[in-house]
């Protein structure tokens, strides 16, 4: 079984362009996780899809970052313009169950703005 | 704010011998995970507790939640250097889906 897969594993780009990061989930979880670690900080929940809709969106920093999963099957993480303080690695995690339920976790991106 | 705290943030310590990693907080968690991450690879979960006072044994690791639910702790025997990551604990409150991770202590075991 082929587990959470993001893209790219790495991107850097300069302050003011535009990056998209995909996730693609277990096949078959309907909840999508988006998580973000900023250097000597902790990881912290972006937002959380069920299927194709968005259940909390919370920790989205601002309305520079936007989130899509069309289809209820990969989500496309977009930040347009990119920011310095957007430097950081993405996570992308997916489960079956909701609140408990095991977390598998991708790779993640690592998205440097220079 | 930090809600959860985890000490110690670094700990190298040599083959065999036994750790213990803390993770604090003022709020109560209806869960908690722990999860080990090695360099450039996601969190993998290890264990989750949902009990107040619950111990969980995984091999040499042994994880116990704290009857108040505020807080954990990770206990590693006879540390082997495959054991070497990052540990990062992570909560589930009572309503919401999200987790809240704590900053991580990175092992080392020196062989």
């Known amino acids: 079984e082929a587990g959470v897969t993001q893209f790219p594993s790495h991107s850097v780009i300069e302050k003011g362009q535009t990056v998209t990061l995909r996730c693609d989930p277990i096949?078959?979880?309907?909840?999508l996780y988006w998580y973000r670690r900023v250097m000597g900080k902790e990881i912290k929940f972006l937002l959380h899809?069920?299927?194709?809709?968005?259940?909390?969106e919370s920790g989205m920093p601002n309305n520079r970052f936007l989130a899509e999963r069309t289809g209820g099957t990969y989500s496309t993480l977009k930040v347009q313009p990119a920011e310095l303080e957007d430097s950081g690695v993405y996570f992308c995690?997916?489960?079956?169950?909701?609140?408990?339920?095991?977390?598998?976790f991708g790779s993640g991106t690592q998205l440097s703005v220079l | 704010t930090q809600l959860l705290e985890q000490s110690p943030q670094f700990l190298s310590i040599q083959e065999g011998e036994n750790l213990t990693v803390y993770c604090n907080s003022s709020?109560?968690?209806?869960?908690l995970q722990w999860y080990r991450q090695e360099p450039g690879e996601g969190p993998v979960l290890l264990v989750t507790?949902?009990?107040?006072?619950e111990v969980k044994k995984l091999k040499r690791l042994t994880f116990q939640f704290g009857d108040a639910r505020k807080d954990s702790s990770l206990h590693i025997t006879a540390a082997q250097p495959g054991d070497t990551g990052l540990y990062l604990c992570?909560?589930?409150?009572?309503?919401?889906?999200?987790?809240?991770f704590g900053t991580g202590t990175s092992l080392t075991v020196i062989p």
């Open positions: 992570a909560g589930a409150k009572f309503t919401g889906n999200q987790f809240y």
């Open positions: 899809f069920v299927k194709e809709s968005k259940q909390d």
């Open positions: 507790v949902v009990t107040g006072g």
């Open positions: 709020s109560v968690f209806s869960s």
């Open positions: 096949s078959g979880h309907d909840n």
């Open positions: 995690a997916s489960s079956q169950q909701r609140g408990r339920g095991k977390l598998f």
